[in-house]
């Protein structure tokens, strides 16, 4: 196994959990690379995250092969209100992974920011003692507990930062971005200017 990726798995509690492996696609999380403080390139993608693909459904019910699952039902209760437009646009725009990409390339265990809150630690850390019983061996060191919090889309330095890094683009147009997506964000309000649980 390579220590050259990560595996990023993003639960609806607002756990990230990145591990020292190669990109595996577990149940479908978002995967990335690690990062210093500036990386380079973009990050590589393992395709849309669970809450994307949950969304989605919201849109084609009758595409959605398997019966719900409690993610799907949490989602839809998140969401209620939210047009058939409006949730496209989140599906399309990828800003539903936007906060755990954020985690995924700048988060640092240790890190006050990126600490889990205190509510959510018994079950964070069950959830981590399981990742770490998966990725046994060599791995399970490398496994960071990391918490996913809101915030980031009402910051358009913090998103202009994250988009230039995850999407490979200019400053300049990364920050025209970042306005946009606040903005439209801040359009819907059942999204609460990002705060509503489904981004993190």
Do not use: K
Request: glycine fraction near 8%.
């Amino acid at each position: 196994m390579s220590s050259l990726a990560r595996v990023v798995a993003v639960a609806a509690t607002g756990l990230l959990v990145v591990v020292g492996a190669t990109t595996l696609d577990v149940t479908s999380p978002r995967a990335t690379t690690p990062a210093g403080p500036a990386p380079a390139a973009t990050a590589p993608r393992a395709g849309p995250s669970p809450v994307t693909t949950a969304v989605a459904a919201l849109l084609d019910p009758v595409a959605e092969r398997c019966a719900p699952t409690r993610l799907t039902r949490y989602v839809a209760s998140l969401l209620r209100g939210v047009s058939p437009r409006e949730l496209r646009f989140l599906v399309s725009s990828g800003v539903l992974d936007l906060a755990a990409d954020e985690a995924a390339l700048f988060g640092r265990a240790g890190d006050p920011a990126w600490a889990p809150t205190p509510a959510s630690g018994p079950d964070l850390e069950q959830a981590l003692r399981s990742a770490e019983r998966f990725w046994s061996g060599d791995d399970a060191a490398a496994v960071e507990l990391l918490g996913v919090h809101g915030g980031l889309l009402r910051d358009p330095a913090r998103l202009t930062r994250l988009l230039t890094v995850r999407e490979g683009i200019s400053p300049h147009d990364a920050a025209v971005r970042a306005q946009q997506l606040v903005a439209a964000v801040a359009a819907v309000p059942a999204l609460r200017g990002g705060e509503n649980p489904v981004f993190t």
